[in-house]
């Protein structure tokens, strides 16, 4: 099984209420694994947000938290909730409601990797979903609450920066009529999980930087945004897709001759979203 459920790194000081997270990103895939599977070690990282944790990596240089998942999302997937179990998958899971990730094969528990392709030969059974569900999902999403309290307490409020990649054909229908390609999807659930003053900076951020930026089409935010977005408590989340093409080459998952050159420009976009939140803790002014 995989190691750990999760990696954090913090600031030497904590001077930004923003928290960076990727849960995709984990490629921890032990043999023990890989043996009940139909995929090859290649191929089984498909889905996998590949290199998203080096790209923001960076983070705690300028103030914020950033948690990275450890294991991988074929294994277990951070951004659903603990009950989207599939019944094509797991054996005495009843039929509930439509549940669209779940149909398709993407459930907390993922059936597929990316373009459909099984994972499994046959079903697993409930106890094992339940125990990847008890040592991984709940250890990560425990922590980034605890970041994101932390922040809150500090500062009055908190911003979750969601970090993911995705597939450059998934923005093939976004790019009609002449419109530029966004390089950029942010979600943030038409408005429900971020305050628009949050979004518009953490737009402007890209923007800034040269990127084309699409808001939430085709990807306004799954599980996480919706769970931990509650701006009415001032307590912020921000789905962040990165066109893959940009830094790495897709078909053998490796970082293409862009990527130092992208990390670094990133890096600029990062502190200055890490300086959104950016201020002496209300801690520190009381003193």
């Not at 030497?12 to 043999?31: M, N, Q």
């Not at 294991?71 to 094509?88: G, H, K, T, W, Y």
């Not at 899971?93 to 392709?117: D, E, F, I, Q, T």
Request: hydrophobic share 40%; aromatic share 8%; proline share 6%.
């Amino acid at each position: 099984m995989p190691k750990v459920a999760y990696h954090l790194f913090r600031p030497e000081a904590l001077t930004s209420c923003v928290v960076f997270a990727s849960p995709h990103s984990g490629r921890d895939y032990p043999w023990s694994f890989l043996r009940h599977t139909l995929l090859d070690e290649h191929s089984i990282r498909s889905s996998e947000d590949a290199y998203v944790d080096r790209l923001f990596d960076c983070a705690p240089q300028f103030g914020a938290a950033f948690l990275k998942a450890g294991a991988p999302r074929a294994f277990v997937d951070l951004n659903r909730a603990s009950d989207e179990l599939d019944p094509a998958l797991i054996d005495g899971v009843r039929r509930a409601g439509h549940n669209p990730r779940v149909a398709s094969g993407l459930g907390v528990v993922p059936r597929v990797v990316a373009n459909g392709r099984a994972i499994y030969r046959g079903k697993l059974p409930l106890e094992e979903a339940d125990r990847r569900i008890r040592d991984y999902w709940r250890p990560y999403h425990r922590a980034l609450q605890r970041c994101l309290d932390e922040a809150h307490a500090d500062f009055g409020e908190s911003l979750l920066i969601d970090c993911h990649s995705m597939p450059h054909e998934a923005v093939d229908g976004v790019a009609r009529g002449g419109a530029r390609r966004p390089d950029i999807v942010i979600g943030d659930r038409f408005g429900a999980s971020a305050a628009s003053h949050m979004v518009d900076r953490v737009e402007g951020a890209f923007i800034a930087a040269g990127f084309s930026v699409s808001r939430n089409t085709p990807f306004a935010g799954a599980f996480i945004t919706q769970h931990y977005g509650r701006p009415a408590r001032r307590q912020h989340a921000v789905q962040i897709e990165i066109d893959r093409a940009i830094y790495m080459d897709e078909v053998r998952i490796r970082p293409n001759a862009n990527f130092h050159a992208f990390r670094k420009l990133l890096r600029g976009i990062i502190a200055d979203i890490a300086a959104i939140g950016s201020a002496e803790p209300d801690r520190v002014a009381a003193e």
